[in-house]
């Protein structure tokens, strides 16, 4: 079983990212976290085959997020998708994708694309 784990403080937009991603992924299990804190320790224990990653949260934004992600040995292999609505400049992407990210994508979410980005990183993972 494909697990997907959405990391967003923003309520609203995990519940639409979970509702998608049941659409997109029938037979996925979905996590949602809503800070890097949470996420990480979730991403511990559940250890996902891929994460979803807002970049603008309080308390350690996306970039500390995954920089955390891709410095630890376990969890270090997660495939890392950048989904952002307001952080979507060059310098932004550059940091996201410095930071460890595999790619990056901007809000409101193309469906399409994400599947294609998700089915991507599964093939690479």
Known sequence: MVKILAI???G???VIIKT???VLFPDAKIYTASSGNEGVALAKVENPD???LDLNMPE???FETCKIIKDDQTLQRIP???LTALKTDSASRIKALNSGAETFLTKPIDESELKAQITSMLRIR
């Open 50 to 52: 891929v994460i979803l």
């Open 8 to 10: 967003d403080d923003n």
């Open 20 to 22: 998608l991603l049941s």
């Open 60 to 62: 350690m934004d996306g």
């Open 12 to 14: 609203e937009n995990l």
């Open 80 to 82: 890392v998708i950048v």
